[in-house]
């Protein structure tokens, strides 16, 4: 019934944000009761164990190229992995290049299957060396199903990292890394804060952030920057607990992290129109306007600029089309 209803809402942008608006008023109330488990973040069980383990492996060797970050310097750090969704396969990376400890939280549980999860990891530790296996069967056993030692492994879960206390009481970590979560987040600038806090000097943040609409226009044909029409008020109604785009864009993130003190390099990703899979491979500081994808990008800016709230109509065209970003901080 609730799929109907959701078919039938993709057909206007009204409909759209009324089905929104239920939403988010349903995920509040379950997770006041203290429901806490959903099918967001459930990356792996659309996948099979080959492209598990690819998208696994994807995101690794992302945080060390672009933290320019060798395998050697893994050894002995501390990271900390901000919504890690139904899988600590990255984790488990970090750990097999001998990682002290990584600790994973989540204010959701995915949902997910447990048959299905410890054949990835199974297949993760079989791509592994002799001696990376060693570190990984320190983290986790998959002798009798799955299980995590948490004095390698840490997962939390139903709450936000600055409401955190196990984390709040950990020592502090030299890494702290998240992909396609922080803008989730509506308001994220506490949450910022709480990472600074748990981050030594000289420590590095590296996050990739989804700045398009998530599909939520996109798919249904619309202009992708449809949901940068919708007046705050109403829009503060579809997002606060239902983790769709806070539409927060590049200018927001570069200035919060520089009050914060970091050194901070932004990545596009992404432009409008494309798939939100980060298209522009290698990630790239500054957009070529002779690029299709970027002249297609400015066709719906400009279609749909007039239209735009009006804290939105003042931004360059730049960061208008810009549909996701890398963000390099490094904690001075």
């Known amino acids: 019934m609730m799929t109907q209803v ?39 069980s659309k996948l099979d164990t080959e492209k598990s383990l690819t998208y696994i492996n994807e995101q690794y060797n992302d945080y060390l190229n672009y933290g320019q970050i060798s395998p050697q310097s893994v050894r002995g750090q501390r990271v ?25 939280l989540d204010k959701f549980y995915s949902t997910r299957n447990n048959d299905q999860q410890r054949k990835i990891y199974q297949a993760l530790r079989e791509s592994l060396s002799r001696q990376q296996q060693r570190r990984f069967d320190q983290a986790i056993d998959l002798s009798a199903g799955i299980e995590i030692n948490s004095e390698k492994l840490k997962c939390i879960y139903g709450v936000d990292v600055e409401n955190c206390n196990p984390v709040k009481d950990a020592e502090l970590f030299d890494l702290i890394i998240s ?5 989730d987040i509506y308001e994220p600038r506490q949450s910022f804060i709480a990472m600074d806090k748990l981050l030594i ?23 992708p ?16 607990d239902s983790a769709i785009s806070n539409r927060k864009l590049g200018s927001y993130y570069k200035g919060l992290m520089n009050d914060l003190g970091y050194e901070t390099t932004m990545l596009v ?16 500081e500054n957009l070529d306007y002779d690029d299709e994808r970027v002249k297609k990008a400015l066709t ?8 735009l709230g009006s804290e939105f109509r003042r931004l ?13 901080a490094r904690k001075r």
């Open 179 to 183: 992909r396609a979560v922080i803008q």
């Open 80 to 104: 900390f992995e901000l919504g890690f969704g139904d899988n600590v396969g990255v984790a488990l990376r970090f750990l097999a290049d001998d990682a002290d400890h990584v600790t994973c």
């Open 316 to 328: 360059s065209d730049d960061e208008l089309m810009t549909a996701g970003v890398f963000m390099i």
């Open 6 to 44: 959701k078919q039938f809402a993709k057909r206007s942008r009204n409909l759209i944000i009324a089905y929104k608006i239920y939403d988010n008023w349903k995920m509040k109330r379950q997770f006041e009761a203290g429901v806490y488990e959903s099918l967001h973040g459930s990356t792996h």
């Open 225 to 240: 920057l449809t949901y940068l029409t919708i007046s705050e008020s109403i829009y503060r109604r579809m997002a606060t």
């Open 269 to 284: 990703t992404d432009v409008c129109g494309t798939t939100g899979k980060g298209d522009f491979c290698p990630h790239r």
């Open 300 to 307: 719906f800016v400009r279609e749909i600029h007039p239209r």
């Open 201 to 223: 000097k000289g420590g590095c943040m590296l996050h990739k952030i989804d700045l398009s609409d998530q599909g939520m226009f996109r798919d249904s044909g619309m202009n």
